[in-house]
């Protein structure tokens, strides 16, 4: 009687806890599950995105239901046995010893389950860590507390940036006030791939041992000073994938978060122009004096992969878009008739701003398109009166 009024006592304890549990999650309840990452409430693994991801799901839950099994009929038997063949029924205990068969049995059924259960679990891990024919390789790097991620090979090569929780994150955590779906979860600078593409993650650390883990696509990864380590994902649907710092690697370690976008190929590329534009952007000295024919060459280039399309490549233009052979306006000693063009778009939209250039880059273009095909003004366009234009 005693034992059982102990037991009723716990047992109230633990409903009193699981009640005050809840109703601190109705207290957030402006905290909705973050799409990729955490769920309120969330009890099962992370909704895979990988192939891989979905394996260790089955694989969870069958192990779980195969030891579930296990544990129901070996303590069915047990208790069964207790109670049944119990003395105070006048049970009489058998006398053998020895049994070939009963010892045959319990060797052969456990290694089979152990072997059911090995197989499956060893096909998925040689899975896990087969890296080869990456389409894109990515460099993540720990440092306390951030991550630096560098592309390697792939499109997108030569691509590097860090990435690091937003600061009002940070700010929201200092005041105790923590708000938003994903807070602490949010990055300045996602790392960005695209979908249905085997990234392979190079994972090494500039300090103490990090992880780098998103759980969405069952990828977990030591990141060890010294050494390099590799995980590969390959996601199938597009979308925000969250994950953290998976080993403990200093006070601030819940302050660096992982936040990857999945984006289809197209965006993909476009991400990648503006990654290469702002990194040119960065690389070029705007104050730079530049020769006539250095500034032509680079020139080129822009036109090339930014105005030919339009313009074509012998700058004859087509229809509205107008020539530059022999246009007024390039030929035109007053420079800075282009350069509004150029900066600010003309025709409504139809001849695009190209502000997102560097100044070097649009210094140059101008510089080549009133020195090419015909246009040999001789002129040139230094990036110092971009800048002084913008
Ligand atoms: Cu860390």
Redesign the pocket.
């Known amino acids: 009687m005693k034992i059982m009024k102990a037991l009723w006592q716990q047992a109230r304890r633990l409903g009193l806890g699981l009640g005050a549990w809840a109703a601190s999650g109705a207290a957030l309840a402006s905290v909705n599950s973050l799409p990729g990452g955490p769920a309120v409430n969330q009890l099962n693994l992370h909704p895979p995105v990988t192939r891989i991801a979905e394996e260790q799901h089955f694989l969870h839950w069958m192990m779980l239901i195969i030891c579930l099994v296990i544990f129901v009929g070996v303590f069915s038997v047990m208790f069964y046995s207790i109670l049944k063949h119990r003395k105070s029924v006048g049970a009489k205990a058998a006398s053998f010893h020895e049994s070939t068969t009963v010892e045959v049995i319990w060797t052969i059924v456990p290694f089979l389950i152990v072997i059911g259960m090995a197989l499956p679990a060893t096909k998925v891990v040689v899975a896990m860590k087969d890296t080869t024919n990456a389409d894109i390789t990515v460099k993540a790097t720990?440092y306390?507390?951030k991550w630096g991620y560098d592309y390697l090979n792939g499109e997108g090569a030569g691509i590097s940036f860090l990435s690091t929780l937003d600061v009002t994150h940070r700010q929201m955590s200092d005041a105790g006030q923590p708000a938003g779906d994903d807070y602490l979860l949010k990055v300045d600078n996602p790392l960005v791939v695209p979908v249905n593409k085997k990234i392979r993650i190079i994972t090494t650390a500039n300090d103490v041992i990090?992880?780098w883990m998103v759980p969405a696509f069952g990828v977990k990864q030591d990141a060890i000073p010294g050494f390099v380590r590799d995980t590969w994902f390959r996601a199938e649907k597009t979308g925000d994938y969250y994950g953290q710092?998976a080993?403990l690697?200093?006070k601030e370690?819940a302050y660096?978060p992982i936040h990857v976008k999945v984006v289809t190929e197209e965006e993909y590329g476009k991400w990648v122009d503006e990654q290469r534009k702002l990194m040119q952007a960065k690389a070029d000295d705007p104050t730079k004096v530049w020769e006539l024919a250095d500034l032509i060459a680079r020139g080129e280039k822009v036109y090339a992969a930014n105005c030919a399309a339009c313009h074509k490549a012998d700058g004859s233009g087509a229809g509205p878009i107008k020539a530059l052979v022999g246009s007024a306006v390039v030929l035109d000693s007053d420079k800075s008739k282009q350069i509004h063009i150029l900066l600010n778009g003309a025709g409504n939209g139809a001849m695009p701003s190209w502000k997102q250039l560097s100044d070097t880059e649009i210094a140059a273009v101008i510089t080549y398109t009133k020195n090419a095909w015909t246009n040999r003004t001789g002129q040139i366009v230094q990036p110092a009166e971009i800048t002084a234009a913008r």
Request: glycine share 18%; with cysteine.
């Open positions: 720990g306390q507390w990090h992880a710092c080993e690697c200093g370690h660096m």
